[in-house]
């Protein structure tokens, strides 16, 4: 076992000294704590629907873990109880999950250069909240790889692990939640917290002003694909308004 | 049965997406210009997912319930405020139970 990480070609790393794979992984716990809190609501609708759904136990709880994306999730569950055919049904979730594709974008290059066996683990929870936890935190820059993907499991670790428990429990207790509650705002709502932390710059707003009008104006859209159209549209303005703002500013 | 071959195949397609650039960017950076549009991904597929919700089965806001709407907005400002996005829920929910009772 060699201590010396080969840095060479990562120009985000430098030469602060990084966290132990120990520190990074319970960094990665700790960090993604206040997101935890925020998808268990979200988990406990979602189980206690699936209980109250024709779906049998086993395919609730497969549900959970096997999607690990809960607005697709509820998407799923929801069409096969409409009777919805099942092509259309599978194209509609993964229109919704489209966005993954930009969250692994954004993340892959943190781990290109692990093998591709350990890259296609990595990529096992790769969802909004695991990318906005490790995202900002791999931005400062003083992880190497080996405490970058430490800080990655830590995080998807609890997240997992939270997110799967609280639905096996909803479904397994067979949660009958009265309608008071509101549980159906939960899904919104863990949304709507998670939209507060991302638009913090101006082009953020822009951004996320843009894809909430497209969404709305395209909701028509066949296969719920308005969101995928809203978020590369937002993208779009976003960076239109990122040049503006720093016209003259070189590149 | 189609259940099952439903939520698979939801699952497996989902991992590939997530997997996808894991293995197309394995060796390769991505050019410069991507950073920007990156850095936005997040704000833009989370709006878009949240206001995608509010909308009713009918694909409009016309019966929208007014208690969801007031709640995620309370929530969205109240992690605006405290930087923490428990507080979405801490604040949302209650508004929609007070509006929920007001409403009937």
Redesign the interface.
């Known amino acids: 076992m060699t201590a010396t990480i080969d840095l060479a070609g990562d120009p985000r790393a430098d030469s602060i000294e990084s966290p132990t794979s120990r520190d990074a992984f319970l960094q990665g716990v700790r960090d993604i704590v206040?997101?935890v809190?925020?998808v268990v609501?979200f988990a406990l609708a979602i189980g206690a629907m699936i209980g109250t759904s024709s779906?049998?136990s086993a395919?609730g709880l497969?549900?959970g873990p096997?999607?690990?994306?809960g607005?697709?999730?509820l998407t799923?569950i929801e069409m096969?109880e409409a009777g919805a055919a099942?092509v259309i049904?599978?194209l509609s979730?993964?229109m919704?999950?489209?966005?993954?594709?930009?969250?692994?974008?954004?993340?892959?290059?943190w781990?290109?250069e692990e093998r591709?066996s350990r890259?296609?683990l990595?990529?096992?929870p790769?969802?909004?909240q695991l990318?906005?936890t490790c995202?900002p935190r791999f931005e400062r820059g003083d992880l190497d790889r080996r405490a970058r993907q430490a800080y990655l499991a830590g995080a998807a670790a609890f997240l997992v692990g939270a997110w799967t428990g609280t639905q096996a429990v909803a479904i397994v207790a067979g949660a009958r939640l009265p309608d008071?509650v509101?549980l159906?705002?939960?899904?919104?709502?863990?949304?709507?917290?998670?939209?507060?932390?991302?638009?913090s710059a101006r082009?953020?707003?822009v951004?996320?002003?843009?894809?909430?009008v497209?969404?709305?104006v395209g909701?028509?859209l066949p296969l719920?694909s308005?969101?995928?159209v809203?978020?590369?549209?937002?993208?779009?303005a976003?960076?239109v308004s990122?040049?503006r703002t720093t016209e003259g500013a070189g590149r | 049965m189609s259940a099952w071959i439903v939520l698979v195949a939801v699952a497996t397609g989902t991992y590939a997406l997530r997997a996808s650039m894991f293995v197309v960017l394995g060796r390769r950076n991505l050019p410069a210009w991507t950073e920007r549009p990156m850095a936005l991904v997040a704000p833009a597929a989370i709006a878009a997912l949240t206001v995608s919700m509010l909308l009713t089965s009918d694909q409009s806001f016309d019966a929208a319930p007014v208690e969801e709407l007031l709640a995620v907005l309370v929530g969205f400002l109240a992690v605006r405020r405290t930087g923490n996005v428990m507080w979405a829920f801490a604040a949302g929910l209650p508004v929609y139970w007070v509006m929920a009772l007001v409403i009937g």
């Open positions: 206040p997101m809190l925020g609501p779906l049998s395919q497969f549900s096997g999607i690990l994306a607005a697709a999730q799923t096969l099942p049904i599978i979730a993964l919704i999950n489209a966005r993954l594709l930009l969250y692994s974008t954004a993340l892959a290059p781990f290109r591709l890259r296609l990595l990529a096992i790769v969802i909004d990318h906005f995202t008071w509101g159906q705002v939960a899904a919104p709502l863990a949304l709507a917290g998670l939209l507060a932390k991302s638009v082009p953020a707003v951004a996320a002003l843009v894809a909430a497209v969404v709305v909701a028509g719920h308005a969101v995928l809203a978020a590369v549209a937002g993208m779009c976003g960076t990122t040049r």
